[in-house]
């Protein structure tokens, strides 16, 4: 199986929680810095439509940035899943390969009770929407919630068990309303 991972942070030197969990996967997995790729924001998609298309398993890893992801991958989104490829007559070039979210909310009140109101995977339905437009099977998102306090010990673990989701051949579903 082969997995490809496009992390979508602005800064990823700079950051802590996503830097950890990309540092614990080591050389195995093929790990793609989009913002530095294309910092113009001008994606190459025919390139990007090649590594996708060589993949099983496509997880997209980014900070929570107002209950979304960073700008840059909806951008990516616009442009790569396009008509004919990703969906729509003849659309059929991500069929059955597995879409994976790895996002880091910085808060931890992703409860009704709380003051988020709304759970991680709830927020996270435009991707769990476009995964079925697209035919692929959407896995149960890596959440990392508290991004913004967690402690080292705590983040060192999350990034092993990153480094465990992913090396995971069965992994389960995510269900339509879960
Ligand atoms: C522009 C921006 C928007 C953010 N929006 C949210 C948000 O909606 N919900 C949340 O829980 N955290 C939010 N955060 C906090 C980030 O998710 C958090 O800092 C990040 O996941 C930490 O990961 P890093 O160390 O890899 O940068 C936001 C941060 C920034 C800079």
Known sequence: MKTIILVFHPDLAHSRVNKTLVNALGQEFEVRDMYQL???FKIDVATEKRYLESADRI???F?????????LLKQWLDDVLEFGWAYGVGGDAL??????????PGADNYRR????????????RPFQATSRLIQMKYLKPFITV???????????????K????????ELTLLDDFE
């Open 59 to 61: 997880v997209l890893q």
């Open 162 to 169: 990153y480094k465990d989701y992913l090396s995971t051949v």
């Open 38 to 40: 294309y910092p113009d």
């Open 146 to 160: 508290g991004a913004s306090s967690i402690g080292e010990q705590e983040l060192l673990a999350q990034a092993q």
């Open 95 to 104: 069929k059955q390969k597995e879409l994976l979210i790895a996002v880091s």
């Open 63 to 71: 900070p929570m940035y107002w209950y979304s992801s960073p700008a």
């Open 113 to 124: 009770e709380g003051f988020a109101k709304y759970t991680v995977t709830e927020l996270l």
